[in-house]
């Protein structure tokens, strides 16, 4: 699961890559750096492009979207899990989201992290990975969200890992999306999109230790 990515570009760049304009941008500085789950008690951390009528506009929101399970002490007892990559995309709870394309969102990256399989000989550590797109100096993974009591909250799909990604974790990576795909997840009908849930082309990519 990728719980690290990060985004190191300014709204100038955000704009430019997705078409939003200027004037209905950020209200808050641009989150920039790694940026990892939110959890309960980190602050709302990471932006997402979602569109509003006509026009796109870049949001900051909480990354997990909170969900309920019953505790295996006591299943009676419900605890909060914050979901962070949807790959369950049968599920009602996902669904509500993915078929509504007003919570269906952009999340800018300019790349994401995963963690080896296999310990480092010298440390006993698990090596971090950071994967990218060189032809893409932003990029985006093809993301959903809701409100919550907590405020906005944001995840985004995973998908069977590419030649790339598989190596190093063989159980999913991110959906990205192409340029070209932008305003269909933004704006089509789910049952149009089904194939845009797919590994991005190995050959566009790269990985880096």
């Known amino acids: 699961m990728c719980n690290r990515y990060r985004l190191m570009s300014n709204e100038a760049e955000l704009a430019a890559a997705f078409g939003i304009r200027t004037s209905v941008g950020m209200v808050e500085p641009l989150p920039v750096g790694d940026i990892f789950p939110t959890g309960k008690k980190t602050p709302a951390y990471g932006a997402v492009i979602v569109q509003c009528d006509a026009d796109r506009r870049v949001e900051r929101m909480e990354w997990g979207v909170p969900t309920h399970v019953p505790s295996k002490r006591d299943p009676e007892v419900k605890l909060t899990k914050y979901v962070t990559n949807v790959r369950n995309l049968s599920s009602n ?13 952009l999340v800018p990256f300019t790349s994401f992290s995963e963690y080896a399989q296999t310990p480092d000989a010298a440390d006993g550590k698990k090596p971090l990975h950071w994967f990218d797109i060189p032809s893409q100096p932003i990029s985006a993974f093809a993301g959903i969200w809701r409100r919550t009591e ?60």
């Open 150 to 209: 907590r405020g906005n909250a944001y995840g985004f799909l995973t998908t069977e890992p590419n030649a790339v990604v598989g190596p190093i974790h063989p159980k999913a990576m991110p959906v990205i999306l192409h340029p070209e795909d932008y305003d269909r997840w933004l704006l089509s009908p789910w049952d149009q999109l089904k194939e845009i849930v797919s590994p991005f082309p190995s050959q566009l990519m790269r990985a880096n230790v």
């Open 93 to 105: 709870f996902w669904r509500s989201m993915l078929t509504t394309p007003s919570q269906r969102c």
